[in-house]
T-cell receptor
Framework: GAVVSQHPSWVICKSGTSVKIECRSL??????MFWYRQFPKQSLMLMAT?????????EQGVEKDKFLINHASLTLSTLTVTSAHPEDSSFYIC?????????????FGQGTRLTVV | DQQVKQNSPSLSVQEGRISILNCDYT??????FLWYKKYPAEGPTFLIS?????DKNEDGRFTVFLNKSAKHLSLHIVPSQPGDSAVYFC???????????FGTGTQLKVEL
């Protein structure tokens, strides 16, 4: 399957600071990337969908000014958690799909464990 | 509103036996279903999928069954192996896209 790399795998930051998480498709061009969030022992919740070169589409209840998503190239999308608070501590996962992918599995990154102290 | 539900948070099975994981959905627009396996602090790994035009798909030890009228799908793993121990998520999408709605997950433990 295709490889999606997410970096960093874990990060600890202080309240009020911003954290950037990168998601890269290593061997295919990802026209669409998805960002999910998972709280302990809960499901993966879709936060936003990003398409290369356009603004991200956020799910209801997700603050777009807090979770900044940039998908500037076909191989890279970034999620920036701005002014982080302890309640933002979670496991963030990205997935990617290519331009001709219909009804195929989404390829996921390894996830990023964010802890805000 | 949980559109995809996995009502069993955990399941314990003996090695060699069959594991059956269940998933129910409410959105009739879903037309593609997937099962993922996930270890702690890792991203999900794809296992198997099924289109709504089928009622069964098999890949090695994994078989997924879909009952559209009941809005229910299940994943069968046989024989179960200790390495299968993980959290299993079912997911659904509609319209050919890869935007997935995940279930709440079932923790499978395969015991020796």
């Amino acid at each position: 399957g295709a490889v999606v790399s997410q970096h960093p795998s874990w990060v600890i930051c202080k309240s009020g600071t911003s954290v950037k998480i990168e998601c890269r498709s290593l061997d295919f061009q990802a026209t669409t990337m998805f960002w999910y969030r998972q709280f302990p022992k809960q499901s993966l919740m879709l936060m936003a969908t990003s398409n290369e070169g356009s603004k991200a589409t956020y799910e209801q209840g997700v603050e777009k000014d807090k979770f900044l998503i940039n998908h500037a190239s076909l191989t890279l999308s970034t999620l920036t958690v701005t002014s982080a608070h302890p309640e933002d501590s979670s496991f963030y996962i990205c997935s990617a799909s290519g331009p001709t992918d219909l009804n195929t599995e989404a390829f996921f990154g390894q996830g990023t464990r964010l802890t805000v102290v | 509103d949980q559109q995809v539900k996995q009502n069993s948070p955990s399941l314990s099975v003996q090695e060699g036996r069959i594991s059956i994981l269940n998933c129910d959905y409410t959105n009739s627009m879903f037309d593609y279903f997937l099962w993922y396996k996930k270890y702690p602090a890792e991203g999900p790994t794809f296992l198997i999928s099924i289109s709504s035009i089928k009622d069964k798909n098999e890949d090695g030890r994994f078989t997924v069954f879909l009952n559209k009228s009941a809005k229910h799908l299940s994943l069968h793993i046989v024989p179960s192996q200790p390495g299968d121990s993980a959290v299993y998520f079912c997911a659904a999408s509609s319209g050919g896209g890869n935007k997935l709605t995940f279930g709440t997950g079932t923790q499978l433990k395969v015991e020796l």
